[in-house]
């Protein structure tokens, strides 16, 4: 059959009986539903990357790539940053609907109540080498978590599924901050109740237990919206982690940890910090030209961090408020930072060049969010595990609606390409 008689084949099926129907989603492109393909025509559709196929039904988060439209719920992404907050985004992608004063009232008590580490986990973080990378030990030590709430976790149980969900986004930023201060050799420092989620990781980051820890409120606000962009980008590398490995009924922080894996390389979570190498190995603004040249040779690994996206086709819309974010940090802080300048004149020249704009290359969200956690005193290697606390809030939302869906196991098929049938050669 011809890949022509094959569409033909499928749009009469579809037209004819429905057998192969065609599902609208509230918004973007609607979707023929290949499920009964291979039964019917000995078929199997073939899509590497993912690229025109919706692995799932989801009722989270909506991206159009070519308008540049982020929403959570609904919500557009913009509006969330300007006036809500991580605990409140977190609230809505898990329960769909913004909270009610008491619905918040009781969510907030449920974080404070799950925010600490169980003692032995703490000497977890001993096994690792100080030197081990925060993403690394962030792999580890939430795995562990697993060895923790296990039995105790009964999956057909709303309650107790809402339970663990409640305890990853609390307990991500003791473990992140955690990470830090072993790696610094700094004593830890427990979570605050009195203070909001943004200023207790902050004073969990940065404070010693000798002293009290001032909230600088700018500072606080920045990394609120940091955590609010990065809480949840619909079906991306690490999501689709999760919900891959959640549906063979996996442990949830299990799971977690698979995410916490996918979203550490440079294509995904770890571009944050791969932009700052790489405007670090630019150096100065007379470099850039270089540098373009580099990130358009086919023969060079080089590629521009922080630009290009697999669904944004036009603009990024969480590179806008970051870039907005990241200025107004370094105001606060009066700090003149040359990376800054390397990175703004980078985005000028990039926007302006053919090989960019033909392929639709625009700066994404970790243009700009490396240079907001560098001047709010975050180290290189800390900034992938930023994004993976707030990006808990949706790996966590995704985790509870695959609950509902009873499409049973992930199981991908594949175009086999190695040898044909053959036997094992007689041995003398
Ligand atoms: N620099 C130079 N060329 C690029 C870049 C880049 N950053 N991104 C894509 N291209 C080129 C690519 O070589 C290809 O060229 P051609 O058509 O001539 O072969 C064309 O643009 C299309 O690229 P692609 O690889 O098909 O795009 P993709 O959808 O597979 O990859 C991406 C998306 C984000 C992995 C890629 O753009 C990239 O590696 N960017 C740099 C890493 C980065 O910033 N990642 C963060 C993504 S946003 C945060 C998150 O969601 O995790």
């Known amino acids: ?22 599902l609208e989603g509230t918004l973007g492109p609607r979707a023929v539903d290949i499920q009964t393909l291979y039964a019917r025509h000995g078929l199997l559709a073939f899509d590497p990357g993912f690229r025109s196929t919706a692995a799932c039904k989801s009722a989270i988060t909506f991206v159009d790539g070519d308008q540049g439209v982020l929403l959570y719920r609904g919500y557009p992404i913009e ?8 605990v409140e985004v977190a609230y809505l992608l898990m329960h769909g609907d913004l909270p009610s004063p008491a619905q918040r009232k009781e969510f907030d008590q449920a974080i404070g109540v799950h925010n600490l580490l169980h003692e032995q986990v703490l000497a977890f973080y001993r096994g690792f080498r100080r030197d081990a990378h925060p993403m690394a030990v962030m792999v580890g030590v939430v795995g562990a978590l697993s060895a923790f709430y296990h039995d105790v976790i009964d999956m057909r149980n709303p309650g107790d599924r809402g339970k663990a969900a409640i305890r990853l986004i609390a307990k991500m930023p003791t473990i992140a901050a955690a990470c830090f201060t072993y790696s610094i050799g700094r004593p830890n420092r427990y979570p605050d109740n009195g203070l909001d989620f943004s200023s207790n990781f902050l004073q969990m980051m940065f404070g010693v237990p000798s002293e009290p820890y001032r909230v600088d409120p700018v500072l606080a606000r920045a990394l609120e919206v940091i955590m609010i962009l990065h809480a949840d980008h619909e079906q991306n590398a690490s999501t689709s982690t999760v919900r891959l490995a959640a549906s063979s009924g996996a442990n949830p922080f299990a799971c977690i940890a698979a995410g916490i894996a996918s979203l550490w390389g440079p294509a995904h979570g770890g571009a944050n910090e791969a932009v700052l190498h790489m405007l670090a190995e630019i150096g100065t603004v007379e470099n850039i030209p270089k540098a373009m040249a580099r990130a358009k040779d086919k023969n060079d690994p080089f590629r521009l961090m922080g ?20 200025k107004k940090v370094l105001s606060h802080l009066g700090i003149d930072d040359p990376l800054l300048n390397i990175a703004m004149r980078l985005e000028e020249i990039a926007l302006k060049d053919e090989y960019f704009i033909e392929r639709k290359l625009y700066p994404n969200v970790d243009f700009y969010s490396g240079i907001l956690l560098r001047a709010m005193g975050f180290p290189l290697n800390m900034f992938t595990a930023v994004f993976a606390l707030a990006r808990t809030a949706g790996w966590v939302s995704h985790w509870l609606e695959l609950q509902h869906d009873a499409h049973g196991i992930d199981r991908p098929r594949q175009l086999y390409v190695g040898p044909a049938l053959r036997h094992y050669p007689p041995r003398s």
Do not use: C, W
Not at 308 to 326: E, L, T
């Open 79 to 86: 509006e969330l940053a300007e006036r809500s907050n991580f």
């Open 307 to 326: 630009f290009g996206h697999r669904v944004y086709k036009s603009f990024d819309p969480r590179a806008r408020v970051v870039q907005a974010q990241a």
């Open 1 to 22: 059959m011809t890949s022509k008689q094959f569409i033909n084949a499928i749009l009469s099926e579809q037209q004819s009986d429905g057998s192969l129907p065609v």
